[in-house]
């Protein structure tokens, strides 16, 4: 069975402050791995994604990194308009033919001005 | 351009009613997944449809239901509600089956 691990479950930086959210997975064959940002009440928002080891991408003061069992999101110097939750997913082969997502409970960041 | 959109956005109901939500794909999607996502947990896989036919089921009870017309467009049914039902309820749109997924703002649901 896919499984997802975020960590921590809740971060607070002060503005400025670098940090990473980590996202360990335990799949049998990853197909992809995404990032979304949520706010509360709201739908995720799509922020990255991520095919093989090695590979990385960029996104303003956000950046993401993956390994053959983990992903990093790695917040540069954040501002208050960062605070989220930040959600992890895996998309990977299964029985049958859907390509669904499993996610991780996310990571809660607030920056404090 | 217009993203996912959901209705109702919110939604009370008592036990044993039945609902219905509606998710409306990003043009030229033709794959809709569904999720619930009760708080604090990440979403959960319900349903995905893809060219209007189901591609898989998540771990949920035969009262959810779904369908995808032929405009893409598709709808969740949930019969019998429970307490337990009370999420929020996701919809994803992506132009195949495997790419990435867009969310809609959901449908917040509460069981009384």
């Known amino acids: 069975e896919d499984q997802v691990t975020q960590s921590p479950e809740a971060l607070r930086l002060q503005e400025g402050e670098s940090s990473s959210l980590n996202c360990s997975y335990t799949v049998s064959g990853l197909r992809g791995l995404f990032w979304y940002r949520q706010d509360p009440g709201k739908g995720p928002e799509f922020l990255f994604t991520l095919y093989s080891a090695g590979e990385e991408k960029e996104k303003e003061r956000l950046k993401a990194t ?12 954040p501002k208050p308009e960062d605070s989220a ?6 998309q990977a082969p299964t029985s049958g033919s859907a390509r669904q997502l499993t996610f991780g409970s996310g990571t809660q960041l607030t920056v404090l001005p | 351009d217009a993203g996912v959109t959901q209705s109702p ?10 609902v219905t939500l509606r998710c409306s794909p990003i043009s030229g999607h033709k794959s809709v997944s569904w999720y619930q996502q009760v708080l604090g947990q990440g979403p959960q896989f319900i349903f995905q449809y893809y060219e209007k036919e189901e591609r898989g089921r998540g771990n949920f009870p035969d009262r959810f239901s779904a369908r995808q017309f032929p405009n893409y467009s598709s709808e969740l049914n949930v019969n019998a509600l429970l307490l337990g039902d009370s999420a929020l309820y996701l919809c994803a749109s992506s132009s195949r089956r495997e790419e990435t997924q867009y969310f809609g703002p959901g449908t917040r649901l509460l069981v009384l």
Not at chain 1, 85 to 90: E, H
């Open chain 2, 9 to 18: 956005t919110h939604l009370i109901k008592t036990r044993g009613q039945h």
């Open chain 1, 66 to 77: 993956l390994t053959k069992k983990e992903s990093f999101l790695h917040i540069t110097a």
């Open chain 1, 85 to 90: 939750t930040y959600l992890c997913a895996v």
